[in-house]
């Protein structure tokens, strides 16, 4: 398409997001000089989300987490405006209040949503939150600060786990309910998420395995009183926070024809998000957790990689990519998938994807000891790495997954258990 | 100021917490937990914190003002 | 024929590597004919250092061939220091989980609020030792600036008695040849070192039974505390004194010199400094990356290790070349080149991994303090011999004088 090839002067970033201010910050240090519009559905500048589950929550220091935004960036800023439709045929982006954004590149960085607790009623009762944005973050604080009698978290993710442990911190009581018979299974294995379920339990955190929410009682005024579980137990608590995964912020491009269901906006490796045919949609990019790409660390399976890290590095490819005159001039997006935490004290860390993965080892240090680093395997091949408090192994790993080493890396040498256990992965992991 | 870390590089060799201790925190062995948002005052602590930093993981610039300080090293170099 | 890291080795050398650097990154691991691999690519030592099939234990176990023919020292004294020697290994030649232990000791007794403490008291001693100056217009700034600076401070945080300061210098030039791998093999060497190491661990030894019975605020009085179960043993505590003392006397000394040495290299930066000293913290990282005070470490491969396309046997001495990785073209643009302005300066100047300098935040506070104060105030300094004589060590590599002329000494 002769529009693609020539250099953009008009580009819309759509997602006031990580991923979106990366891809507004290389774009400038690429050289771009035209008109740089970033759109945001919430009031606030680019911030960052990772304090907000857990620094902001404890009030270390404020819950200012705007990104640092080099002045030059010169971005016109639509904030408080939520993207309603994307025009392809007149290359446009409309806003919820009708304003037209003409574009020669769009970059869909919208991310994702909390999903919300399916029972609408329930969900709106006063008490029951979910936490994914920083006015979520600084209403759960100020109800922490309130010293609730009991926190429920409903959800066996990280964000769970994380607000959990800031409970614990505080000394206010918690307890966590996880459909499945691991938490973090999903994430980092269940031997892993064993090892942290109980970590959280030494910690006073009140877990509750294959436990879910029959129905919620409210006092006369609609607050939040009690829940009452499948099993027939009763949970009294003001103070529920609904954590039970992402969906992903694509209704705004129904109607556009593009390839998008709910893993997202479908994008090939060029970050170029493509149409409902399967080509490239002209002028169209994809970056952080909306986009769903071809991994080629995992031959090419596609992947939505909701982290910190992707959105960077996707934001930074998808950038350069829009820049370029022409596919050959395009790089690939082959960022190796990485992601930390924080919880009870501890320090985790993972580089690679475990999805998929058959095999389990901890290769340095050892459980007992809460210090370790452990490895997946997939089909023989060395997929992933997670350390609890041992990030300087991280980056041998880390060389081992990029180069495909057999399953298990790195044998011999400091701090290894005398004999290395392999754990089959059961379908918890898949 | 603005900072992020990005905790991904961080390896936890404390030279931030060293630099500027009022504005980055290690909670046990590896949690590193700073101020997203200190005062414009302390920029030479900042600035001190951000350079020691052996990954680069540390960004910081100015709050809104029209000059910022710190590098925007740690994402635009790690690509080239 | 010498191999490439025997004429890194070379005295003849030392002004400048930087090119045998270069010839060596043509292969990022270089076998030597020896058994030694040598690392000089940024990438491979950075993996290395992070790699757990690497060993930071390579010291060499005492070897005596030569007889004096006197059966006291031969059969009875130098075993005996062979042993005390052996045992005496600090924590920087430790593996975890040891090192862990005693390094977590140590980092403890380098408290931020100690370190950040030295802050007010080095720049009083800066400020003396320039005003020592006033009158000369020669100068030779080792020996009346970079070295009794480091060493003051370093005396003072460990409680080290200021009229016990002179002894140290001998002992820790001996003992820094722990590093160099063509020394520390030699027997001669060895057994000088034996016997240094016996005259310092006596002294370390009465120190410390002083700062039991008083205690004092400083970081041999931290070590030497505690119950007895997790009280420090002796072996470890006066090896771990004596490692402190060395590095505090053998390696700021060199960042403070090859600093201003730079400095004077490349006048417009030494300028730019005394009126811009905001600089300071990145300007640091720059020297530390272009002229780091360690140019090399030594370790040991504890399995085969499979990197860029070699393999390093199990067993064999690696020499991870942290001064040749910071002048790598393929990680550094125009890695040869000073540039204090320089973005994503991931250098190696204080190593990397579990072993990454105890000492760096107070390396980074005098050396601020230092260079800005001798930005401001030296007047028109001039180096008086570029190349400058260099000493002996290849590792702990730094001129042994600095001599500089200059037209006085400002206020600043």
Same mark, same amino acid.
């Given at each position: 398409?002769?529009?693609?090839?020539?250099?953009?002067?008009?580009?819309?970033?759509?997602?006031?997001?990580?991923?979106?201010?990366?891809? %507004?910050?290389?774009?400038?240090?690429?050289?771009?000089?035209?008109?740089?519009?970033?759109?945001?559905?919430?009031?606030?500048?680019?911030?960052?989300?990772?304090?907000?589950?857990?620094?902001?929550?404890?009030?270390?220091?404020?819950?200012?987490?705007?990104?640092?935004?080099?002045?030059?960036?010169?971005?016109?800023?639509?904030?408080?405006?939520?993207?309603?439709?994307?025009?392809?045929?007149?290359?446009?982006?409309?806003?919820?209040?009708?304003?037209?954004?003409?574009?020669?590149?769009?970059?869909?960085?919208?991310?994702?949503?909390?999903?919300?607790?399916?029972?609408?009623?329930?969900?709106?009762?006063?008490?029951?939150?979910?936490?994914?944005?920083?006015?979520?973050?600084?209403?759960?604080?100020?109800?922490?600060?309130?010293?609730?009698?009991?926190?429920?978290?409903?959800?066996?993710?990280?964000?769970?786990?994380?607000?959990?442990?800031?409970?614990?911190?505080?000394?206010?009581?918690?307890?966590?309910?996880?459909?499945?018979?691991?938490?973090?299974?999903?994430?980092?294995?269940?031997?892993?998420?064993?090892?942290?379920?109980?970590?959280?339990?030494?910690?006073?955190?009140?877990?509750?395995?294959?436990?879910?929410?029959?129905?919620?009682?409210?006092?006369?005024?609609?607050?939040?009183?009690?829940?009452?579980?499948?099993?027939?137990?009763?949970?009294?608590?003001?103070?529920?926070?609904?954590?039970?995964?992402?969906?992903?912020?694509?209704?705004?491009?129904?109607?556009?024809?593009?390839?998008?269901?709910?893993?997202?906006?479908?994008?090939?490796?060029?970050?170029?998000?493509?149409?409902?045919?399967?080509?490239?949609?002209?002028?169209?990019?994809?970056?952080?957790?909306?986009?769903?790409?071809?991994?080629?660390?995992?031959?090419?399976?596609?992947?939505?990689?909701?982290?910190?890290?992707?959105?960077?590095?996707?934001?930074?490819?998808?950038?350069?990519?829009?820049?370029?005159?022409?596919?050959?001039?395009?790089?690939?997006?082959?960022?190796?998938?990485?992601?930390?935490?924080?919880?009870?004290?501890?320090?985790?860390?993972?580089?690679?994807?475990?999805?998929? %993965?058959?095999?389990?080892?901890?290769?340095?240090?050892?459980?007992?000891?809460?210090?370790?680093?452990?490895?997946?395997?997939?089909?023989?091949?060395?997929?992933?790495?997670?350390?609890?408090?041992?990030?300087?192994?991280?980056?041998?790993?880390?060389?081992?997954?990029?180069?495909?080493?057999?399953?298990?890396?790195?044998?011999?040498?400091?701090?290894?258990?005398?004999?290395?256990?392999?754990?089959?992965?059961?379908?918890?992991?898949? | 100021?603005?900072?992020?870390?990005?905790?991904?590089?961080?390896?936890?060799?404390?030279?931030?917490?060293?630099?500027?201790?009022?504005?980055?925190?290690?909670?046990?062995?590896?949690?590193?937990?700073?101020?997203?948002?200190?005062?414009?005052?302390?920029?030479?602590?900042?600035?001190?914190?951000?350079?020691?930093?052996?990954?680069?993981?540390?960004?910081?610039?100015?709050?809104?003002?029209?000059?910022?300080?710190?590098?925007?090293?740690?994402?635009?170099?790690?690509?080239? | 024929?010498?191999?490439?890291?025997?004429?890194?080795?070379?005295?003849?050398?030392?002004?400048?590597?930087?090119?045998?650097?270069?010839?060596?990154?043509?292969?990022?691991?270089?076998?030597?004919?020896?058994?030694?691999?040598?690392?000089?690519?940024?990438?491979?030592?950075?993996?290395?250092?992070?790699?757990?099939?690497?060993?930071?234990?390579?010291?060499?176990?005492?070897?005596?061939?030569?007889?004096?023919?006197?059966?006291?020292?031969?059969?009875?004294?130098?075993?005996?220091?062979?042993?005390?020697?052996?045992?005496?290994?600090?924590?920087?030649?430790?593996?975890?989980?040891?090192?862990?232990?005693?390094?977590?000791?140590?980092?403890?007794?380098?408290?931020?609020?100690?370190?950040?403490?030295?802050?007010?008291?080095?720049?009083?001693?800066?400020?003396?030792?320039?005003?020592?100056?006033?009158?000369?217009?020669?100068?030779?700034?080792?020996?009346?600036?970079?070295?009794?600076?480091?060493?003051?401070?370093?005396?003072?945080?460990?409680?080290?008695?200021?009229?016990?300061?002179?002894?140290?210098?001998?002992?820790?030039?001996?003992?820094?040849?722990?590093?160099?791998?063509?020394?520390?093999?030699?027997?001669?060497?060895?057994?000088?070192?034996?016997?240094?190491?016996?005259?310092?661990?006596?002294?370390?030894?009465?120190?410390?039974?002083?700062?039991?019975?008083?205690?004092?605020?400083?970081?041999?009085?931290?070590?030497?505390?505690?119950?007895?179960?997790?009280?420090?043993?002796?072996?470890?505590?006066?090896?771990?004194?004596?490692?402190?003392?060395?590095?505090?006397?053998?390696?700021?000394?060199?960042?403070?010199?090859?600093?201003?040495?730079?400095?004077?290299?490349?006048?417009?930066?030494?300028?730019?400094?005394?009126?811009?000293?905001?600089?300071?913290?990145?300007?640091?990282?720059?020297?530390?990356?272009?002229?780091?005070?360690?140019?090399?470490?030594?370790?040991?491969?504890?399995?085969?290790?499979?990197? %860029?396309?070699?393999?390093?046997?199990?067993?064999?001495?690696?020499?991870?070349?942290?001064?040749?990785?910071?002048?790598?073209?393929?990680?550094?643009?125009?890695?040869?080149?000073?540039?204090?302005?320089?973005?994503?300066?991931?250098?190696?100047?204080?190593?990397?991994?579990?072993?990454?300098?105890?000492?760096?935040?107070?390396?980074?506070?005098?050396?601020?303090?230092?260079?800005?104060?001798?930005?401001?105030?030296?007047?028109?300094?001039?180096?008086?011999?570029?190349?400058?004589?260099?000493?002996?060590? %290849?590792?702990?590599?730094?001129?042994?004088?600095?001599?500089?002329?200059?037209?006085?000494?400002?206020?600043?």
């Amino acid at each position: 398409m002769s529009a693609d090839s020539s250099a953009p002067d008009r580009i819309v970033i759509v997602g006031a997001s990580l991923a979106g201010l990366s891809a %507004a910050k290389t774009l400038r240090a690429e050289g771009y000089s035209g008109v740089l519009v970033l759109v945001g559905d919430e009031a606030h500048r680019p911030y960052d989300r990772p304090p907000l589950s857990k620094q902001v929550l404890r009030r270390d220091f404020g819950a200012e987490t705007t990104l640092p935004q080099p002045a030059d960036l010169d971005i016109v800023f639509r904030l408080g405006m939520a993207a309603a439709r994307l025009d392809r045929t007149e290359r446009a982006v409309i806003l919820a209040d009708g304003e037209r954004l003409p574009y020669d590149r769009c970059l869909v960085a919208t991310g994702t949503r909390a999903r919300p607790w399916p029972n609408p009623a329930e969900a709106a009762l006063d008490g029951v939150a979910t936490l994914r944005t920083r006015d979520d973050s600084e209403r759960l604080a100020q109800r922490l600060r309130d010293r609730p009698a009991r926190v429920v978290l409903v959800g066996g993710g990280f964000i769970s786990f994380e607000v959990a442990s800031v409970c614990r911190e505080l000394d206010i009581p918690v307890s966590v309910l996880v459909r499945d018979a691991v938490p973090l299974a999903g994430a980092v294995g269940a031997p892993l998420g064993g090892f942290m379920a109980e970590v959280a339990r030494g910690a006073g955190v009140d877990l509750r395995l294959g436990a879910s929410i029959a129905r919620m009682e409210a006092d006369p005024r609609g607050r939040l009183a009690a829940l009452v579980l499948e099993d027939g137990g009763r949970i009294e608590t003001d103070c529920l926070v609904v954590a039970i995964g992402a969906a992903r912020n694509i209704a705004w491009l129904d109607g556009a024809a593009l390839a998008t269901d709910r893993n997202g906006l479908r994008c090939d490796r060029f970050c170029r998000a493509l149409g409902a045919d399967g080509l490239p949609a002209g002028g169209i990019f994809a970056a952080g957790d909306v986009a769903h790409w071809p991994n080629p660390h995992d031959g090419d399976a596609l992947v939505a990689v909701e982290h910190w890290g992707n959105a960077v590095a996707q934001g930074r490819t998808a950038a350069r990519n829009m820049l370029a005159p022409g596919p050959d001039a395009m790089v690939a997006h082959d960022h190796l998938a990485d992601f930390w935490s924080q919880q009870f004290g501890l320090t985790i860390k993972l580089v690679g994807l475990t999805a998929g %993965a058959d095999s389990f080892a901890v290769v340095r240090g050892s459980m007992a000891e809460r210090r370790f680093l452990a490895v997946f395997g997939k089909a023989g091949r060395t997929v992933a790495a997670a350390s609890v408090d041992s990030a300087r192994w991280l980056p041998a790993y880390r060389a081992a997954i990029l180069q495909g080493a057999p399953f298990p890396p790195l044998i011999g040498g400091l701090d290894a258990p005398r004999r290395i256990e392999t754990q089959v992965l059961e379908d918890a992991a898949r | 100021m603005r900072v992020v870390v990005d905790l991904n590089r961080c390896q936890a060799y404390a030279q931030c917490v060293y630099a500027a201790p009022r504005h980055f925190v290690l909670h046990g062995r590896e949690a590193l937990v700073y101020d997203t948002a200190p005062d414009d005052a302390d920029r030479a602590e900042i600035e001190r914190a951000a350079q020691a930093c052996p990954v680069r993981a540390i960004t910081a610039c100015l709050s809104e003002s029209a000059e910022n300080t710190a590098e925007h090293t740690a994402e635009n170099g790690a690509a080239r | 024929m010498s191999t490439l890291f025997e004429r890194i080795l070379d005295p003849a050398n030392r002004a400048d590597p930087y090119g045998l650097y270069a010839e060596l990154r043509r292969q990022p691991i270089c076998p030597q004919d020896d058994g030694t691999y040598v690392v000089g690519t940024h990438a491979e030592i950075d993996r290395l250092l992070h790699d757990p099939r690497i060993s930071s234990d390579d010291l060499p176990d005492p070897q005596h061939f030569r007889w004096t023919g006197h059966p006291i020292t031969d059969l009875i004294v130098r075993p005996v220091r062979a042993e005390i020697r052996k045992r005496h290994r600090p924590f920087i030649f430790r593996d975890p989980p040891d090192h862990e232990a005693l390094r977590g000791r140590v980092m403890r007794a380098f408290s931020v609020a100690r370190v950040r403490g030295m802050r007010a008291k080095t720049e009083r001693l800066t400020r003396e030792l320039i005003d020592k100056l006033a009158g000369k217009t020669r100068i030779d700034l080792v020996e009346e600036f970079s070295y009794p600076l480091p060493v003051t401070v370093i005396c003072h945080l460990l409680g080290v008695p200021p009229e016990d300061e002179a002894r140290f210098h001998g002992w820790a030039t001996q003992l820094a040849t722990a590093l160099e791998p063509n020394q520390r093999g030699d027997e001669a060497t060895q057994i000088k070192n034996e016997e240094t190491f016996a005259e310092i661990a006596d002294y370390i030894q009465d120190l410390v039974k002083a700062k039991r019975r008083e205690p004092e605020d400083d970081i041999l009085t931290d070590l030497a505390a505690g119950d007895d179960a997790e009280r420090m043993n002796d072996y470890d505590l006066i090896a771990t004194a004596v490692l402190l003392l060395v590095a505090g006397h053998e390696t700021t000394v060199n960042l403070i010199t090859n600093g201003m040495l730079t400095l004077l290299r490349f006048p417009e930066h030494l300028e730019r400094l005394r009126r811009e000293p905001e600089i300071a913290p990145r300007l640091i990282e720059e020297l530390l990356r272009y002229e780091p005070p360690v140019h090399y470490r030594t370790r040991l491969a504890l399995a085969d290790i499979p990197i %860029a396309g070699t393999t390093i046997p199990e067993g064999a001495p690696v020499v991870l070349l942290l001064a040749s990785g910071n002048r790598d073209p393929s990680r550094f643009t125009d890695p040869d080149r000073f540039d204090p302005d320089r973005r994503d300066n991931c250098h190696l100047g204080f190593g990397g991994g579990l072993h990454y300098c105890v000492g760096a935040p107070l390396a980074r506070i005098e050396a601020e303090i230092a260079l800005v104060a001798l930005s401001r105030r030296l007047r028109e300094p001039r180096l008086l011999a570029d190349p400058p004589p260099y000493r002996q060590g %290849a590792s702990l590599r730094g001129p042994s004088a600095l001599p500089l002329a200059i037209a006085g000494v400002g206020e600043g």
